[in-house]
């Protein structure tokens, strides 16, 4: 049996074209996805039941013991956090909202380190973006700044850039321009027709000395800016100005190098000061395929989309403050609950430390390095694959992610109710 | 089924011809019945004010760009925070509130109706998920229409069925109440970052004119039959001397419905500028509500500005740049591949801004001005003049000559020279103001057959009970008591449970979303359709198959399904 | 009104406690001090020993005194409007937050968000300040309106950022972007300080030290003599239209 037109679960993409072959089932092949998404279909091996840690030792559990401990841990914390999110569908995250806001919990996101700093800029100066069918159809200049598409979101240039089909460009290779901005070659400078190769640290420079020529004041950038010759910088801004359609699209290496948040805001202004005299965009490349999807639903029920205290009975927002990063560090959490997301595996070491150190459960179909850190791990149904639910693409189009494989994991949004239950239970029993 | 009678309750319920009476009122389940049983719960109205539920028939509180008003803007959703409280969850903004935020502070001013004033369809999903956690007040959704390339593409062929099947496909795809054109060809020329600044100005892309999609897609959203006529935001928005296009679509509009308008004009106020540039800028508001009165196919609603920070947000791409470069404030900007665009930022309405002082005038002369009530209908254009909780000072403001010239006496001191505001003296009573905030609303919208802004039986048994005794308040001089009155229902009834108390939500609450399916012949039927199907293939970039709002996203819903002339 | 706050030590020392009731304003009115430790809410007692002597008629007659371990009490002089709050040692975030009037003196170092958007009165600190001292808040475009913040040690990155009105004086260094997007107010840096001033639009900044990676957009204006010393004059910020004024000892550009 064939499925077809099925959104992959894995990046920022959502590519919603993938076909799945499938026997009794279980996967059998996968096409057009590319390799990262095809990993994500075809993985195997999961964890069969939940566990616990008994006097230092994994124990299998049953659910209801899992879930039951899980509900004791929260409603005993003073500080407890709610971390992940990204890896599921909104109908899951709207109940780890509900929790959150009922036990007075702190609430997080992988945004937090990764797209955080582009969050705070569109706060500051907001987001003049577009759906990414426009850039398909309409961007005669594509820009990735700080990001690498071929190996992040391998099928962005296919379907919405570079190579995508568009209703007002001819030729996509004579029609459309690339330039890529990066502090090293990568694989996309060789397809790019300029290279901007920039000092590290140096892109918030750069960006204002575009601002400051696309404003006609050449005449007060140096000569050479963060390692850029200002000859190169004049080409650019002037191949900027006379697109009909330009699209920047930044990464992580903006938003995680020097200055962060700073950098996005010059790069949106940037854009903004293009506007005055052609059209474009700007879009953040997120990673997780519904990163963007917790933003959202959280900024629906509590005002903001990442990084909120619940603590205080209102909703309290101050990334720098209520940011999982920033929290693990000054050890406030007293426990801490991880769903579809993997922190063990690369957030710095102190910050895991603690997270050791405090009753912390996973969520998680897979025993990954966050199992390591855990009391407690519940397995659950593969959303996207064995679990369906709403995600929001990197531009804010929201998908239907398919049920493609019946389970008899239990989903993460089922989880989370029983543990909202479990806790109103423990409550009314004192 | 849960009873409740309403005693003592003195009604206005303008569709049923009903001024001011005193009267009980039987609930049965959802619906207002003949008479309760012995067994109902009695509510003693005292006497007070008691009306159908309010409707807003253009709000933004649901979807994309409503969320991105509150994600951009953590200043004014700090500015509105709220405490869990009973079953009321947490709530933030005060411009844009959270879902529930909107939500309680609708039923506190006695609305249980709500249409979200601009839906994207490829962003359709969205708008249904935050309608599910709005959950006091039924919800509709005005669809976008203004840049749908298939439908573009109809009327330049001059095939005006082929139009009306492309709409009736994607209202019923993405589940929409109706036909909403923001800024028609505006929004496509945005693509390239430019506009279209008059209704018969060749559009880019393709060989029409805004006036040509007007009137097309009034024609076809009559073979269709749809409740509700075509929802229109003119072009040339907040533009001075933008009143002449804004008349001039006027005169484009055939009567040919006998139920109701055959366009709604929404937020005019933005559309009734004189001048030729900020600096001889004035109200215009007269012509073009003189243009109304001679014009029963056409219902507008005033679109009021009232002072203080709020935050703009239109499907207007274009528009919001415009006053992005006037105010260099945030600005963020969403154009739909295929569809629309959209734009937000935040403002500032200061009473010593002579421009901003012109708005307010303008918006209460086309209410003063415009004589039948039910061709006028109150909205802010929620938050775009202002956050909905301003609704009470407006109705004082209409009710009270006093209460105008003290606030007048506030503002920019050159207004006087440039809005005939001063020399209208004209109260609105309470039918007035009933017909222009639910019942003209319900008929414009075409859901009475729905039960919908009335109080007999057989209606939905949505009613707002104010604390306000109209033989013990004159309006014109005691205009805070009416402020009071209007803030905070004393009871708020929805589908027959009590919501909200005394402006506190008591209930969890579930709303219904209506929609509508018209029902189009095989041949119609755009989802086999080879060259509709080819236009998704090759420039969305979601697949035709996954357009469509799933049955999951509709929760509880009402689908209206109407016969058509296809 | 003598008030002594001292705070115990506590089992689990990293739970914040926020005290925005710690005013001089709520002591006078004699509410009851209510304060959050996690997601708890319990009476200030409970945590710290407070000791009230005399009486106050004004506000200007009311004294705080706070000791023991207040390095995560947060939020301490929230809109305080007069009176006095002294630290002994280090103090949380937001001390001062919209602050419009009295004296906050710390002894030792203050985290971050020391006199976030504060409107006037002073805050003295002894040590050093954390991030966005003196600023504003999230998506905010004002930062600090009126008033006067003197940092004897260093502070941390983005102080500063979008301040509008009042006066800060920082002895030691600034990490990056000390005035951001700044648009009123001066600001005097006696140590260095790195990508100042960046987007500014209109105030006035002096480094003594030295100006790391200043940004490549603004507009030299000559030599010019300030407290008797020799300063490089810039406007900008050139990109953002500025009309900023930025004095700078000596000066680097990433280039
Ligand atoms: S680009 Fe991303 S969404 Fe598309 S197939 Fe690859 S991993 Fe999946
Ligand atoms: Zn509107």
Known sequence: MEIRDVPCPFCGCLCDDISVRLDDNRILGVENCCTLGNAKFLSKGRLQHPIMRKNGKWVEVSYEEAIDETARILSDAVRPLLYGWSGTVGEAQVVGVHLGEEIGALIDSTTSVCHNPSILAIQEVGHPGCTLGQVKNRADLVIYWGCNPIEAHPRHMSRYTTYADGYFIDNTVTDRKVIVVDIRRSEGAKVADEFIQIKPGGDYLVLSALRAMVRGRDDVVPDSVAGVKKEQLQRVASLMQKAKFGAVFFGLGITMSRGKYKNVRNAIELVSELNRKTKFTISAMRGHFNVYGFNEVLTWMAGYPFAVDFSRGIAFYNPGETTVIDLLERKEPDACLVIASDPGAHFPKSTIEHMAAIPTVQIDPCVNATTALCQVQIPVAITGIEAAGTAYRMDGVPIRMKKIIETNFPTDQEILERIVTRIREMKRDG | ?566 | ?255
């Open chain 3, 1 to 255: 009104m003598n008030v002594t706050i001292t705070f115990r030590n506590r089992t689990n020392p990293f739970i914040p406690i926020e005290a925005e009731m710690i005013t001089p304003d709520a002591f006078l009115q004699d509410k009851e001090i209510l304060v959050g430790e996690g997601n708890r809410t319990v009476p200030l007692e409970a945590l710290a020993d407070l000791v009230i002597e005399g009486d106050g008629f004004s506000i200007e007659e009311v004294d705080i005194l706070i000791r023991g371990d207040s390095s995560r009490v947060k939020r301490v002089g929230e809109y305080m409007n007069g009176g006095t709050i002294t630290i002994e040692g280090d103090i949380g975030m937001h001390c001062g937050n919209f602050m419009s009037g009295g004296r906050i003196e710390i002894l030792g170092s203050a985290e971050g968000w020391l006199g976030r958007e504060m409107q006037g009165g002073e805050i003295l600190c002894h040590g050093d300040a954390g991030d966005y001292c003196a600023s504003g808040y999230r998506g905010g475009r004002r930062g600090m309106r009126g008033g006067s913040v003197e940092v004897i040690g260093s502070v941390g990155d983005f102080a500063c950022e979008h301040i509008s009105g009042g006066e800060v004086l920082i002895h030691g260094n600034t990490g990056d972007y000390a005035c951001a997007e700044m648009k009123g107010g001066t600001v005097t840096i006696l140590g260095d300080s790195s990508r100042v001033c960046a987007n500014m639009s209109a105030g006035t900044c002096y480094v003594y030290g030295s100006a790391e990676e200043m940004i490549p957009t603004f507009e030299k204006k000559g030599i010019v003599d300030h407290d008797g010393l020799l300063f490089h004059h810039f406007m900008g910020d050139v990109a953002n239209r500025g009309r900023g004024h930025l004095y700078v000892a000596r000066y680097t550009y990433l280039q």
């Open chain 2, 1 to 566: 089924m849960a009873e409740i009678l309403l005693k003592n309750a003195y009604v206005i319920d303008p569709i049923s011809g009903i001024n001011g009476e005193l009267m009980d009122i039987a609930i049965s389940g959802s619906r207002i019945v003949e008479e309760a049983s012995q067994k109902a719960e009695v509510i003693d109205c005292q006497g007070y004010l008691t009306l159908p539920g309010g409707i807003d028939s253009h709000t933004h509180t649901s979807g994309t760009k409503v969320n991105f008003g509150r994600y951009m803007s953590p200043e004014d959703m700090r500015a509105g925070r709220t405490a869990r409280r009973g079953p009321m969850h947490i709530t933030s903004g005060y411009s844009v509130p959270t879902t529930y935020g909107n939500s309680y502070r609708y039923s506190a001013l006695g609305y249980t109706t709500l249409i979200e004033g601009a839906m994207a369809p490829l962003e359709a999903r969205h708008t249904h998920e935050e309608f599910k956690f709005t959950p006091l007040q039924d919800s509709f959704a005005n669809t976008l229409f203004d840049g749908n390339w298939g439908m573009l593409r109809a009327l330049e062929e001059g095939d005006i069925t082929r139009a009306a099947a492309i709409i009736a496909w994607t209202l019923t795809a993405v589940k929409g109440f109706a036909i909403k054109l923001t800024n028609p060809g505006g929004t496509e020329a945005w693509g390239f970052g430019k506009n279209i600044s008059c209704i018969n100005e060749k559009i880019p892309t393709f060989d029409l004119t805004p006036a040509d999609i007007i009137k097309g897609a009034i024609r076809a959203n009559e073979m269709l039959h749809l409740p509700h006529s075509v929802h229109l935001h003119c072009n040339n928005l907040g533009t001075p001397g933008n009143y002449t296009c804004t008349i001039g679509t006027f005169d484009l509009v055939p009567d040919i419905n006998d139920k109701r308008q055959s366009l709604y004009a929404t937020h005019v106020q933005f559309h009734s500028y004189g001048g030729s540039g900020w600096g001889d800028f004035c109200s215009k508001s007269e012509p073009v509500a003189r243009k109304v009165d001679f014009s029963p196919q056409i219902v507008i609603d005033m679109g009021q500005v009232m002072f203080g920070r709020t935050t703009t947000m239109t499907a207007d791409g274009p528009m919001e740049f415009n006053l992005y470069r006037l105010h260099h404030d945030k600005w963020s900007n969403h154009d739909v591949e295929l569809e629309t665009g959209s734009g937000i930022i935040p403002v500032n309405y200061r009473k010593k801004n002579l421009v901003n002082s012109i708005m307010w005038a303008i918006g209460l002369e086309l209410a003063l001005l415009v004589k039948n009530p039910w061709q006028c209908l109150l909205t802010t254009d929620n938050p775009n003049g202002a956050p909905f909780v301003k609704y009470p000072e407006i109705i004082a403001l209409l009710m009270s000559k006093q209460y105008r010239d003290a606030e007048f006496a506030t503002i920019h001191p050159d207004t006087e020279k440039r809005v005939p505001l001063p020399a209208l003296d004209r109260e609105l009573n309470w039918h007035e103001i009933a017909v222009m905030t639910r019942a003209g609303q319900a008929r414009a919208l075409g859901i009475i057959d729905l039960g919908k802004g009335y109080l007999m039986p057989g209606a939905e048994a949505d009613i707002a009970i104010y604390p306000i005794k109209t033989d013990e308040i004159d309006p014109s001089a005691e205009y805070e008591k009416v402020i009071a009155g209007f803030s905070r229902t004393e009871y708020t009834i929805k589908r027959g449970r009590v919501v909200s108390r005394r402006g506190d939500a008591i209930i969890d609450g579930e709303n219904t979303t209506y929609w509508v399916k018209p029902k189009v012949p095989a041949v119609y039927d755009m989802q086999h359709d080879p060259a509709f199907i080819e236009l998704f293939e090759r420039y969305y970039t979601v697949r035709m198959s996954n357009y469509p709002v799933q049955e999951e996203y509709l929760h509880r819903n009402y689908c209206i399904e109407t016969e058509t002339d296809l």
